[in-house]
Nanobody, 113 residues
Framework: QVQLVESGGGLAQAGGRLRLSCAAI????????MGWYRQAPGNQRDLVAT???????NYADSVKGRFTISRDNANDTVYLQMNSLKPEDTAVYYC???????WGQGTQVTVSS
């Protein structure tokens, strides 16, 4: 069982930036995928970005060019740098790990206009 602990959410103004962190409490396999999903009220949980152990990243079209995902394999941690934030980025952001699938508890990101 892998426990994922998130930090870094909060309130930002449109155009601002936030950085999310997610640490895996137990050692994970570097070949596994880590990433971030988000869920706004009334919506489904959607992909934001994922990254493999060798650094291959995948982004949702809505965040390409604004968000950057990175991974520190030595410390089993994944980061999401969010720049040029928009009000529509407001959501609960969940750290993700697979396989097998694990989720963090979620961290709220709110962007004001």
């Amino acid at each position: 069982q892998v426990q994922l602990v998130e930090s870094g959410g909060g309130l930002a103004q449109a155009g601002g930036r936030l950085r999310l962190s997610c640490a895996a409490i137990r050692s994970i396999f570097r070949a596994n995928v880590m990433g971030w999903y988000r869920q706004a009220p009334g919506n489904q949980r959607d992909l934001v970005a994922t990254i493999t152990g060798n650094g291959t990243a995948n982004y949702a079209d809505s965040v390409k060019g604004r968000f950057t995902i990175s991974r520190d394999n030595a410390n089993d941690t994944v980061y999401l740098q969010m720049n040029s934030l928009k009000p529509e980025d407001t959501a609960v952001y969940y750290c993700h790990y697979r396989p097998p699938v694990h989720w963090g508890q979620g961290t709220q990101v709110t962007v004001s206009s």
